[in-house]
């Protein structure tokens, strides 16, 4: 019923910048949790951004290790997502996900299991 595709992904430098997409198809109930994970080669998926809007207006959560160099964002249409990634890093390269969830909080959005659909993954290598 639902389903979820990220876009945006690629290689690039050390520096640089790459915003990745994600679309929403179908029509999920009670969905407030959306936002973006990322999983290297032999590591666990990490929760890396997401927005919380069943929390107030919108609440926005983040890694520590991306805070100030990637923004959560969506548009007005809240199908779309994206996620800004400036100052890329080669610790960054990995398989960037889509995921929505019925409801997280600042102790339960960083955990997979807190999440009901996954897209695809686009790859993200940044290179030294």
């Known amino acids: 019923q639902v389903q979820l595709t990220e876009t945006g992904g690629g290689s690039v430098q050390a520096g640089g910048s790459l915003r990745l997409t994600c679309t929403l198809d179908?029509?999920?109930?009670?969905?407030?949790?959306m936002g973006w994970f990322r999983q290297a080669p032999g590591k666990e998926r990490e929760g890396v951004a997401i927005?919380?809007?069943?929390?107030?207006?919108?609440?926005?959560y983040y890694t520590d290790s991306v805070k100030g160099r990637f923004t959560i964002s969506r548009d007005n249409t809240k199908r779309t997502m994206f996620l800004q990634m400036n100052s890329l890093r080669p610790d960054d390269s990995a398989m960037y996900y889509c995921?929505?969830?019925?409801?997280?909080?600042?102790?339960?959005?960083?955990?997979?299991?807190?999440?009901?659909?996954w897209g695809q993954g686009t790859q993200v290598t940044v290179s030294s």
């Open positions: 179908g029509y999920p109930y009670y969905s407030y949790c």
């Open positions: 995921a929505l969830g019925s409801y997280c909080n600042s102790g339960s959005w960083s955990f997979p299991g807190t999440y009901s659909d």
């Open positions: 927005y919380n809007t069943g929390y107030m207006s919108g609440t926005t």
